[in-house]
């Protein structure tokens, strides 16, 4: 039933602009590099001598700033998206009514959405190691650092993923679910910031990368809480997805 629910719904985006999305955030990020390497190479190189960092080091840093914020809401849109067919088509009510259960109608949405941001993720890795060949950069590719900051920030956003499928669910007009998300995702930009509020799911995106600057050395060091960070994502992210299941299942569906 989950298998033939999920495969509903991935045929049932063909028609929508979800790929789309999919491709954004990546393909953002690594134009934002493309332009900060192209118009200031010479300050990005200069950064990078000033701490001691290859370029790949200081390219995997500079981008986590752009990525922390288009993730988020990459996840934001695509929830909405995802959840948008039925209430467009006012369907819900008659898909309720079918015999299936809700609580796998919720969880095939939410595959859907998990599935999409990891292929986001393995796009962003691909990219970012081609970019670091396109540009020349010295060195070894760092394929852990790489594919580790392209794939960590997804698991580490899934509570993000259970609030916004969530609420893209209960709410008709997705204008709302989209705002709460927006604002939600400029609040976590500086949420991360503090050491204290940095354990709440709106800053794991930025929270969740391979290295971390030391403002006291002005050196780049490996993220000590990153594992942390994700495996904290995860466990919360899978609490709220099942709540959210649950509360689905039990409410009245105009």
């Not at 134009?31 to 390497?37: A, K, P, Q, R, V």
Request: glycine letters at 6%; proline letters at 4%.
């Amino acid at each position: 039933m989950m298998a033939s629910l999920v495969s509903s719904e991935r045929i049932k985006f063909r028609r929508t602009s979800l790929a789309l999305v999919t491709l954004l955030i990546p393909v953002l990020t690594l134009f934002y590099e493309t332009m900060n390497f192209l118009f200031r190479s010479e300050t990005l190189y200069r950064f990078a001598y000033e701490k001691k960092a290859n370029l790949w080091v200081y390219f995997i840093f500079d981008k986590h700033f752009f990525l922390g914020l288009a993730l988020p809401l990459g996840i934001i849109l695509a929830a909405s998206i995802i959840a948008n067919t039925e209430h467009q088509a006012h369907a819900w009510k008659q898909i309720c009514a079918l015999p299936i259960s809700r609580i796998q109608l919720y969880f095939s949405k939410f595959l859907i959405l998990l599935v999409t941001s990891l292929l986001s993720a393995t796009v962003l890795g691909i990219g970012m190691a081609l970019f670091g060949v396109i540009f020349g950069f010295n060195g070894d590719i760092p394929w852990f650092m790489i594919f580790g900051d392209s794939y960590f920030p997804y698991f580490a956003s899934i509570p993000i993923m259970g609030i916004q499928l969530w609420l893209s669910m209960v709410i008709h007009n997705q204008a709302f679910s989209i705002s709460i998300g927006t604002v939600s995702t400029v609040v976590g930009l500086f949420l991360a910031i503090d050491p204290k509020t940095q354990w709440l799911p709106w800053a794991y995106p930025l929270a969740s990368s391979t290295i971390r600057l030391n403002y006291q050395t002005q050196r780049f060091t490996e993220n000590p809480d990153l594992f942390l960070v994700v495996l904290i994502g995860v466990i919360l992210g899978a609490f709220l997805v099942m709540a959210g299941a649950f509360h689905f299942a039990k409410r009245d569906v105009q």
